[in-house]
């Protein structure tokens, strides 16, 4: 049994991460502003992530044997982390994402050592509270933040570290970023679906496994570094969107634009991710192709 402490965590594959912990009997605390309640069987520490006294009051006399860091965006974010956390805890876990590979073209399916954590460049004093700015510079701040703990600055983090590049997710009826959705309005209208001439197929991962890959990385392995996560068996947007037809019916249409505004789910570079790190560390991904149809009619509801 260990002690671990969620930070976030109130949605989506946070709230699955943390079910599979107390259901593997481990003491779970939850840190949130006070936005959503703990579930059952956990915790809850009230603080604004942002707030370091606030931090450090919250968490005064306490420690934890990992700390998993679900909304960890920015490198701000991520020195106040290392300050607090140094003796509170022996392994931090930040959740990040194939976004930190930024506008790479690559070849073949990326391995973690193509971005240089040493290289990048961190910036503290950007807008980064403001959150529009985070939001449209997404991959950057989790690029920085990740630098932040592996010592770009000189510093280092004062425990043992892995961030979690988590692939694009799919699957679950609390998939709040609507993309599935965007497909099914558009096959069952048969509008037209704006893609790239030339379409890269990109990997994803299950929103119940990356729950259990969290969790396997927090409890259940002592890895440090960068790891990507993925199921095996990267998509196209055509196999997306024939699994969706499927479910819905109507009819996909695509149009190619060469420039404004793509469907989600639709690459004109190519940055799928190389799982290799993980399976070679003991780690068993699924195959996308043996739970798209089932994330599909999750997120999209019943049958046509």
């Known amino acids: 049994m260990k002690d671990v402490l969620v930070i976030g965590g ?3 594959f946070g709230k699955r991460l943390i079910a599979l912990l107390g259901e593997s009997g481990h003491r779970v605390v939850v840190l949130n502003r006070g936005s959503s309640g703990a579930p059952d069987g956990t915790e809850l520490l009230v603080a604004d992530r942002d707030d370091e006294a606030a931090l450090e009051s919250v968490l005064a006399g306490r420690s934890f044997d990992v700390v998993v860091d679900q909304v960890c965006y920015t490198p701000r974010q991520a020195e106040i982390a290392r300050r607090v956390f140094a003796g509170r805890t022996r ?4 959740t990040s994402t194939v976004e930190v590979y930024g506008d790479l073209d690559a070849p073949a399916p990326v391995r973690e050592d193509a971005l240089d954590l040493g290289a990048v460049t961190v910036d503290t004093g950007a807008a980064w509270e403001d959150p529009e700015f985070r939001e449209a510079h997404y991959g950057e701040g989790k690029r920085q933040a990740e630098a932040v703990f592996a010592g770009r600055d000189g510093a280092g983090a004062p425990f043992a570290w892995t961030s979690v590049r988590v692939a694009h997710v799919l699957g679950g009826a609390d998939d709040f970023t609507g993309r599935l959705d965007h497909y099914a309005r558009r096959i069952r209208a048969g509008e037209p679906i704006a893609v790239p001439v030339v379409n890269r197929s990109a990997t994803y991962v299950y929103v119940e496994e990356i729950a259990a890959f969290l969790a396997w990385a927090a409890v259940g392995a002592d890895f440090t570094g960068p790891v990507n996560a993925h199921s095996h068996g990267p ?6 969107c024939a699994a969706v037809q499927e479910r819905v019916g109507g009819r996909t249409v695509f149009r190619e634009v060469t420039g404004g505004e793509i469907s989600p789910f639709s690459f004109a570079r190519a940055y799928a991710m190389d799982n290799s790190r993980a399976v070679g560390l003991g780690y068993a991904f699924s195959h996308s192709s043996s739970w ?3 994330a599909v009619a999750e997120t999209v509801g019943g049958a046509r």
């Open 10 to 12: 109130n949605r989506y």
């Open 91 to 94: 392994r931090y876990v930040m």
């Open 235 to 240: 998509l196209t947007t055509a196999e997306i």
């Open 292 to 294: 798209l149809a089932d």
